[in-house]
């Protein structure tokens, strides 16, 4: 039989959620918008989020407009918060807005991903 699942809410999920700027608990699940330099970022951003998403075994809610792609998290089996959630939105955080630290890879120019709710 599969162990129960710790869920998070009130302040402890506040606290969890305080290492994720950007995430925020929004009727028992935690959402995330990033916006986007229009369609073809929109759509590579949604791979992403699909491939680490497949690679782990547990798949978010998207919802894909022309400039923003927004993630909703978590655990149905659970009824609720959990880590896989936490875990997963760390892990999409951290691609969706990563970018060259300097070095030899210099970045794109575009205005790309952005942690703004609207298109960047």
Known sequence: MPRQETTYKGAELS????????????NGAIERTYGTDGWPTTLMLVN????????????????VSWGQVT??????SAGGITDKDL???RAIES????????GSLTGTTKK?????????
């Open 112 to 120: 790309w991903v952005s942690g703004a709710t609207t298109p960047a």
């Open 87 to 89: 875990e997963l939105a």
């Open 95 to 102: 691609q969706a807005l990563w970018r060259p630290s300097g």
């Open 15 to 26: 606290r969890r959620l305080a290492a994720l700027p950007g995430w925020a608990e929004k």
């Open 71 to 76: 993630v909703r998290l978590n655990t149905h």
């Open 48 to 63: 992403t989020i699909g491939f680490i998403a497949e690679a782990s075994d547990h798949h978010p809610d998207l919802a």
